[in-house]
């Protein structure tokens, strides 16, 4: 069994950036290949590996220890540590799916009250952790074909592990599908949040409408009102003004008859003129409805106070 070296040294050998994770699961190089594994474990994940050399194989990082696999398949040395590596890698996502799992049904029991970004969270830690058993399946692919003459014997055991590494492949994918469909049901929540408050929106616009048209009847009504009223004052003051012109004393002069006579004439030809007119007969024969609608617009109208100032209480309308 090799020794333990660290994965600055091995990547300064390959001509790597020794201050950074190795960025492949395998590595190729002059001086040799390194097949890297990122394994969660309680206080995060650790890195270990592999690391061929022309004349050696020595195992990068924490030494794994011992399984039941190896030894089942009586396997020592090299090939025994390499399948010791792997299948505890297996066993490590397993034990990682299974607690997200665990964790995700703890969230779901909590419903509208769960917050969205504990959801990302775990998405984003199944996705970290199908990446890292995509490292595992490379990493069993390169130590099961190139470099198996590094590690005789191993090729039974290879393929058990890599039912292993599948089989969390699988628990992962199931785990990060569980958490897309509540992301989806999250998501259809918050869009029939939105939807709601959308149609209490479009219903409070359509009242708003409806009161502003409501009003604008009514101010309609008070508008004939005031248009009639104009109407008959104008054929009120036509007469009154020539009766107040001829009967000033300056105008004595003028003889009785005439003054008769002008007053029927001013009384009766503007009140032929006005009211022969087919808008204002018409604005009359609907002056009942406008009556209504008058009313009220009159009762909305807020009550004012002796001194000017407005009273607490308003109109119907009034909140």
Known sequence: MGERLGFAEVLKELGDHPDRPPPHAVQHGAAGTLLSLRIPSSTGNSWQGVWIRPDRVDFVGELPLATGLSRSFHLTGDAAT???LLAGAARAYIEQAEAIDEHLSKLQSRGRELPSNMIWERQREVAALRASIGRAVVVAAEAGGPSIVRFPGAETALAAVVREVDRARELAAAVQQSLSDLILLRSAEEANRIAEAANQLSRTSNRIAELANISNIRMLGLTYIA??????G??????NTGATILGMPSAGWVPGWLVDATLVVL???PFAAVFSRPWIRRILRDLGPAEGRAGEGVQDL?????????RLS???NHT
Request: aromatic content about 0%; charged content about 15%; glycine content about 16%.
């Open 314 to 316: 308003g109109g119907r």
């Open 234 to 239: 104008a054929v009120v003051l036509i007469p």
């Open 267 to 269: 009384g009766i030809l």
């Open 82 to 84: 390499l399948i010791d």
């Open 227 to 232: 248009l009639v009223l104009g109407i008959v």
């Open 302 to 310: 807020p009550e004012l106070a002796a001194e000017g100032s407005p």
